[in-house]
Nanobody, 126 residues
Framework: QLVGSGGGLAQAGGSLRLSCVAS????????????MGWFRQAPGKEREFVAT????????YYTASVKGRFTISKDNVKNTLYLQMNFLKPEDTAVYYC?????????????????WGQGIQVTVAS
């Protein structure tokens, strides 16, 4: 089970940090053994990839629009995934989802993610 938190309202240029706590086993894999990702869905749009991290936390990949502003990290002791979002823009407004992959290796392919959090609303005011 993945439970996300930390969303809310921010001003453009501000920051928010999202957290996602994993409990139990996600589809047969432990949190430590899983790559993780963040996705988002803006109103009227399809869900899109934001960031991903490998199982040990050392490898990351971002979509171009957030690179340099967002940082994904993973604490395998606390079983928690984070997304630090800086220099927020109104176009970052969306529902954000954390997800656990059925693999140790990071990927932007939504198909490999088989456990999803409940969604976290992030709203950025201009």
């Amino acid at each position: 089970q993945l439970v996300g938190s930390g969303g809310g309202l921010a001003q453009a240029g501000g920051s928010l940090r999202l957290s996602c706590v994993a409990s139990g086993r996600t589809s047969g894999r432990t949190f430590k053994d899983s790559a993780m990702g963040w996705f988002r869905q803006a109103p009227g749009k399809e869900r899109e990839f934001v960031a991903t991290i490998g199982w040990l936390g050392g490898s990351t990949y971002y979509t171009a629009s957030v690179k340099g502003r967002f940082t994904i990290s993973k604490d395998n002791v606390k079983n928690t995934l984070y997304l630090q979002m800086n220099f927020l823009k109104p176009e970052d407004t969306a529902v954000y989802y954390c997800a656990a992959a059925s693999s140790r290796y990071y990927s932007d392919d939504e198909e490999i993610y088989d456990s999803w959090g409940q969604g976290i609303q992030v709203t950025v005011a201009s």
